[in-house]
């Protein structure tokens, strides 16, 4: 299985950014595709963008032309770019690896965005 730790959450103003990252650890990740997804309060976990080995891309409608995912294969990392947040984002951001049957997910970061 894949080991992953999130980072770069926080506390930002409505029209910030943030940068998550996701640093994996284990050999299969450049096999493995890869997501973010979110959760808020209340709320199912949902799926927010996600980012396959031959680095094809998909969004939620609700982030497309806000966030961008990216990976670096060589850093075993994946990345989410986040732009123009807006309250509604404010969730915990899960980090989620899927190899096969396998699937792997993080502890979650905290994103916080005040109006």
């Known amino acids: 299985q894949v080991q992953l730790v999130e980072s770069g959450g926080g506390l930002v103003q409505a029209g910030g950014s943030l940068i998550l990252s996701c640093a994996a650890s284990?050999?299969?990740?450049?096999?493995?595709?890869m997501a973010w997804y979110r959760q808020a309060p209340g709320k199912q976990r949902e799926l927010v963008a996600f980012?396959?080995?031959?680095?094809?891309?998909n969004y939620a409608d609700s982030v497309k032309g806000r966030f961008t995912i990216s990976r670096d294969n060589a850093k075993v990392t994946v990345y989410l770019q986040m732009n123009g947040l807006k309250p509604e984002d404010t969730a915990v951001y899960y980090c989620?690896?899927?190899?096969?049957?396998?699937?792997?997910w993080g502890q979650g970061t905290q994103v916080t965005v005040s109006s």
């Open positions: 980012i396959g080995t031959r680095g094809n891309t």
């Open positions: 989620n690896a899927n190899y096969g049957s396998l699937t792997s």
């Open positions: 284990g050999s299969i990740f450049i096999r493995s595709d």
